[in-house]
């Protein structure tokens, strides 16, 4: 018992029992817990930025051998595409398949439905994507630091100077980490108080049907990439359980990224391919957020019987390919990214968002936890792949975590 209680993990779980409790008897006051949540969320991003380019730029310039940089990236970028394209596919066949928008929602349907008409329906633009999305304009500046600091003669003491940074970094983090139950708190009290366990009955549907596809994605394809390469994806989900705990409750992968990172290295693969794979995939591996957004769109089209050809579908999953990459993994990300790809396809009624706001919250846990989950798989096959990677170190990590948790 006093073990349970000195793990965070156990009070994130607390936050959020006592946060559902508070949403359905004390609805009013619930609702400005919202500040709790969104602070918390505001605080982490502020993280992102600084650990991507410490890491990735750390991660480049410690490898030495920049044709070893380009391999991995190179591998990690087709993986990164082949299995993101294939969870848009398996979320577009899933939906069409239950059919989730096949309910009467019409009466959930408010006035403020049309604020989202207005706000979202500026045609797809590179260039707003770019200025839109800066993780991926830090992953490119630090991709083109860390090629600089390989031919600086100043490399050895540029990167001493970046890895204390990093440490102190991390450090800092770490202890706003301890703010996660509060988090969790203000953000499911908020959503339960704002929309009521009744209100979310009728997408109820929706919820499970994006849970399921998600759950059937890492345990069958997520799963069989890890027995391709002799290793199971049960153990990995046991090891890194705390970090899906963390993410349940803060609806941010991003609130997981140093723990999981510090996790792929004690679990044996080395600590550049780490630096460079996690927060690449952060920004190009979102199999959560792909598998959302292909089946938010044909439950869109389905509410509002929206006849889609093959060609139309095919459309859509290739500007989904264009506008999934370079969401972040925090609260509300793949809303906005559905926002934009609903502008590009012009055709499902932007009205039918207002929908998906109501359960945006719970649908972004799912996206989170299958984000990370996808992420840390990525790592493990990539390393194992290019022979950065010891068995031995993973054997007897993942025997001590077996044993801890007996």
Known sequence: MKKVLTHLTFYVLLAIIIGIWMGAQFPEQAKEMKIIGETFIFIIKLFVVPI??????????????????????????????????????????????????????????????????????????????????????????????????????????????????????????KYVMYLAPLGAFGGIAFAVGEYGLKTLVPLGKLVGSVYLTMLLFILLVLGLIMRIYKLRILQFLRYIREEIIIVLGTSSSETALPNLMQKLEKLGCKKSVVNLVVPTGYSFNLDGTSIYLSMAVIFLAQLYHVHLSFGEILAIIGILMITSKGAAGVTGSGFVVLASTLASVKKIPLDGLAFLLAVDKFLSEARAITNIIGNGVATLVIAKSEKEFDAETYEREISRKKTELK
Do not use: C
């Open 52 to 173: 991507i380019f410490l890491t990735v730029t750390l991660g480049i310039s410690s490898m030495g051998d920049l044709k070893k940089v380009g391999k991995i990236g190179l591998k990690s970028l087709i993986y990164f595409e082949i299995v993101t394209t294939l969870a848009l596919a398996i979320g577009i066949i899933v939906a069409m398949g239950l059919q989730p928008g096949n309910v009467d929602m019409a009466e959930l349907i408010g006035k403020d439905a049309t604020k989202f008409t207005t706000r979202v329906d500026e045609p797809f633009s590179w260039l707003n994507f770019l200025k839109t999305n800066l993780t991926i304009v830090i992953l490119v500046v630090a991709i083109i630091t860390g090629i600089v600091l390989n031919y600086s003669k100043k490399r050895e003491k540029a990167v001493h100077g970046l890895e204390k940074t990093s440490k102190f970094v991390f450090l800092l983090l």
